[in-house]
Nanobody, 116 residues
Framework: EVQLVESGGGLVQSGGSLRLSCAASGLLIDDYAIRWFRQAPGKEREGLSCIRPRDGSTYYADSVKDRFTISRDNAKATLYLQMNTLKPEDTAVYYC?????????WGQGTQVTVSS
């Protein structure tokens, strides 16, 4: 059974940092494109970042570029999203998604709240 489990969310003050983790089981993360999304109340789900399989090339949405960093540890089967200089508008539930040519898998999400 494939599982993605996010953790690391919480309450942080504006300007602070958090590191989210996405622990994968039942799949080899190096075979999948892993994406981080977020969804704030009343808003559509927003794609934030992607790390591609094999070469590990990355992509960032403009809203998080230069503040967030995606990475992976294949040995730990874990993906990370380092979030710096957080803003109140970053408040949302954050999700990771694993996608290859076949099935797509989502985690359950972790809440990030940034206070002003």
């Amino acid at each position: 059974e494939v599982q993605l489990v996010e953790s690391g969310g919480g309450l942080v003050q504006s300007g602070g940092s958090l590191r989210l983790s996405c622990a994968a089981s039942g799949l080899l993360i190096d075979d999948y494109a892993i994406r981080w999304f977020r969804q704030a109340p009343g808003k559509e789900r927003e794609g934030l970042s992607c790390i591609r399989p094999r070469d590990g090339s990355t992509y960032y949405a403009d809203s998080v570029k230069d503040r967030f960093t995606i990475s992976r540890d294949n040995a730990k089967a874990t993906l990370y999203l380092q979030m710096n200089t957080l803003k109140p508008e970053d408040t949302a539930v954050y999700y990771c998604k694993a996608q290859a040519a076949g099935p797509t898998y989502w985690g359950q999400g972790t809440q990030v709240t940034v206070s002003s």
